[in-house]
């Protein structure tokens, strides 16, 4: 089945270690985000591709940096994590960045920092 | 100003009844799309229905409806037949044509449904 897949499941990182996650689809979809999801909250969206063009959120801090080699993958960086970064991170596509073209996400990498 | 507003931190539904779970939303765009994901607690977010703002009937998927009302910009979820897999995290989104902006989340809705 064509899907989102993100790696790992589950992250641990020690405070100020950079640390990369990683996510990968075989929908051959055009754009990727990124989301911030801490606990008991909404996920909130840091950036997108649109094919290679990059869209950063006024509000996403410089700690994170995101790269897309090619259509499949995509990768989050953080350069150096606080304990505030720790959080489910999803990334999702969608076809177009028309307003009916749902997200599709894949199942999370949960980041613990210690 | 928040776009997306779920005024039911949590609720409970016996299992096999109906349960509607509130959505608004603000926009001055008049094109935008409206969707609902589920959250279990495994965290994968899953997609259940859209619906646009032109389209002229309520979407329904399977055991799900959204109650979509124009005016009163509400987009509420219907569950019919609630089942315990059902218990859950569900979010509404909103996402407007103008600038291609985002999918916008509400804060959520924890569904428990009870045997």
């Known amino acids: 089945d064509a899907m989102v897949i993100q790696n790992p499941r589950y992250q641990v990182t020690q405070f100020g270690k950079p640390v990369t996650l990683s996510c990968s689809q075989t929908l051959n979809h055009n754009v990727m985000y990124w989301y911030q999801q801490k606990s008991s909250q909404a996920p909130k969206l840091l950036f997108h591709y649109y094919d290679k063009d990059f869209n950063n959120e006024a509000d996403t801090p410089d700690n994170f940096q995101s790269r897309r080699p090619n259509t499949s993958f995509c990768f989050l960086d953080i350069r150096s994590p606080g304990l505030g970064d720790a959080a489910m991170y999803l990334c999702?596509?969608?076809?177009?960045?028309?307003?009916?073209?749902?997200?599709?996400f894949g199942n999370g990498t949960r980041l613990t920092v210690t | 100003a928040q776009k997306i507003t779920q005024t039911q931190p949590g609720m409970f539904v016996q299992e096999k009844e109906a349960v509607t779970l509130d959505c608004t939303y603000d926009?001055?765009?008049?094109?935008?799309?409206l969707f609902w994901y589920k959250q279990p607690s495994s965290g994968e977010m899953i997609f259940l229905i859209y619906?646009?703002?032109?389209?002229?009937q309520n979407a329904t998927e399977g055991r799900y409806s959204l109650n979509f009302q124009k005016a009163r910009k509400s987009a509420n979820l219907v569950i019919s037949a609630s089942q315990l897999g059902d218990s859950a995290m569900y979010f509404c989104?909103?996402?407007?044509?103008?600038?291609?902006?985002?999918?916008?989340f509400g804060k959520g809705t924890r569904l428990s449904v009870i045997a």
């Open positions: 999702a596509t969608s076809s177009e960045l028309s307003t009916n073209s749902p997200l599709h």
């Open positions: 926009t001055s765009d008049p094109s935008y799309g």
């Open positions: 619906q646009g703002s032109y389209d002229q």
């Open positions: 989104a909103m996402r407007e044509k103008a600038g291609n902006t985002p999918l916008v």
